[in-house]
């Protein structure tokens, strides 16, 4: 082989190498861990990306157990649905595992309204009903599917999604993340119930509407004491 020849094929070799060595962590969204388990302990006084470290020999099977889940959740709330979640904040052995579930469940007519997980991909499972799903890309696309018992569907990381029951009978599912503790900022609590408040004149010049609605719409999200 040319010298030029071998200079360019290391040249390749090289941004190959560069590009996989920067891509690589960007394919987890929590870190890999580094021991058997790292059972989280949160009563610890630092606070880190993630949680502390339990001491193994304090360790128990309750660590790595809930029962949360098994049973239907009341879903006698304003959007007529609940989620319950099965994350490193229940179960304490998770810490570090990159894996959390959650239970939705949904009164007939029940929304689990728009909103995001930043820190992972979320994939359900239908136990039982029929819901409506959909989510919508950079493009302002929507990616919109009639789900019922049995079947699967994925909302990609980040991505604003919906999942809502327009039958006459409840539904439910169980819904996996890539990440012990995915987050989920819902589009409209966010925007109209954060503290301290979003300014009325950005809400306003964003949704076009007047201060009226944005009192009205921030009353009727505002949790109740």
């Known amino acids: 082989m040319k010298p030029s020849s071998t200079r360019r094929a290391m040249f390749v070799l090289a941004v190959i190498l560069v590009a996989a060595a920067f891509s690589t962590p960007s394919l987890a969204n929590d870190p890999d861990p580094l021991q058997d388990f790292c ?11 993630g949680f502390p470290c339990k001491n193994p020999a304090n360790v128990t099977a309750d660590d790595f157990f809930f029962a949360g889940i098994a049973k239907p959740g009341l879903t006698n709330t304003i959007q007529g649905s609940l989620v319950t979640g099965a994350n490193v904040e229940k179960i304490p052995g998770l810490n570090t595992l990159g894996v959390s579930l ?4 949904y009164a007939p007519g029940g929304l689990n309204p728009p909103h995001t997980h930043p820190r992972a991909t979320e994939i359900v499972f239908v136990l039982y009903g029929e819901l409506d799903v959909g989510f919508i890309t950079t493009a302002n696309v929507l990616i919109s599917k009639h789900i019922a018992a049995g079947e699967v569907f994925v909302f990609p990381r980040g991505l604003v999604h919906f999942q809502k029951n327009n039958g006459d009978k409840p539904a439910a599912v169980i819904a996996a993340f ?19 408040p979003v300014p009325d004149n950005v809400l306003t010049k964003a949704f076009q509407i007047g201060t009226k609605e944005v009192t009205k719409i921030r009353a009727k999200l505002s949790p109740k004491t």
């Open 39 to 49: 059972v989280a302990d949160p009563t610890f006084g630092i606070r880190l990306n």
């Open 102 to 105: 959650a239970r939705i469940d």
């Open 178 to 196: 890539n990440s012990q503790l995915a987050g989920t900022q819902s589009i409209a609590l966010t925007l109209f119930t954060s503290s301290p």
